[in-house]
């Protein structure tokens, strides 16, 4: 692997690049550090880093840089880049370096756009969150999910899942989930989806080559099982078009949760590495909202609250469940941040 420049003073490239490596992908930790020894042949993208308005690693800088060479390697652009995509050599600095400087203007664009990975891998811990509601109160869900992307996830009804020791969700899709699984096995119950609805500021359209094209540059390349798993997601969600509104989160769930669900079904209000994306008064707005509509739950209408993000450390990724009537909020495991595994606490 060549290193040939200089090793910079550590950005936020560099730093991610350590939680890339522990995530599962030596890949994409050789392609953030190269980036960032490299980052002087693309002035326009080292300035982006370098005065980024936010927080560089909740805003998921190198993450979103990582995709824009992934976007440029899968496009051919770049040749000894798609190569090194695919693994056939190991010249990251050489390549990556002239990528960098041919194409500094559209990495840069492609990094000002909000990072849309929309993994269906999380859907396997949503799934077992459900089932622990299913047994808590013997009714169907209806959906509520805020950031959906695409709305691969409100799909997840489809899918079909192996977590831990038992089979779950619809038998036979192509969807297959089976995260790594240590704990107890969750208990087993249908998931079984009356509606599904969400919300995302600029929803993608499944059935557009360039949505197709982006959320598979979100797919670290060393892990092909994922893409194919999002392929197969997104070849479903032709047949099953996932219900998304156009909408800023906040008042789009303030709205839903003033109507009254039907009796008979317990509404689900869930979302996966969203919460990081919002202003702190934004999250604030969420928390008190859906206390709120807690607050006026009951037995044959309840609500529950699914949360799969960062803990505030952002040294894990917890799945949460907070169900009312009660309003008790338990931590049901700890997840892979693309929901590769899953420790089952409860």
Partial sequence: MNSSASSPERGPLWRYAEVARTLGSPFVAAVLEAGERQLARAPRTAALIRHWPGDCGRDAVAMRFNAALHAIARAGRQPALSALYTQQHDDFDGSIGAAMAASDDVIATSMLDTPQTNEVGRSAAIAAALMVVRQQFGLPFELLEIGSSCGLNLNLGHYAYRLGGISAGAGGCSVQIAPT??????????????????????????????????????????????????????????????????????????????????????????????????????????????????????????????????????????????????????????????????????
Avoid at 226 to 245: E, G, T
Avoid at 287 to 302: K, L
Avoid at 323 to 334: D, E, F, H, M, V
């Fill in 181 to 346: 699984w240590s704990g107890g096995d969750p208990p087993w119950a249908p998931i079984e989806v009356v509606t599904a609805r969400g919300v995302d500021l600029n929803p993608l359209k499944t059935s557009d080559p360039g949505t197709r094209d982006r959320l598979l540059s979100y797919v670290w390349a060393d892990q092909p099982h994922r893409a194919q798993r999002l392929k197969s997601a997104l070849a479903l969600a032709l047949r099953h078009p996932p219900h998304i509104d156009q909408a800023n989160a906040v008042p789009w769930l303030a709205a839903r949760l003033e109507d009254e669900h039907a009796a008979g079904q317990c509404r689900v209000i869930f979302h996966s590495m969203v919460l990081q994306y919002l202003t702190e008064r934004d999250r604030h707005l969420v928390t008190s909202t859906i206390s709120q509509a807690g607050a006026r739950a009951s037995v044959d209408r309840p609500l529950a609250w699914i949360s799969f993000e960062w803990a505030p450390l952002r040294d894990e990724v917890h799945l949460c469940l907070t169900c009312w009537p009660g309003g008790q909020t338990r931590l049901l495991a700890t997840c892979h941040a693309y929901g590769e595994w899953i420790d089952w606490r409860t």
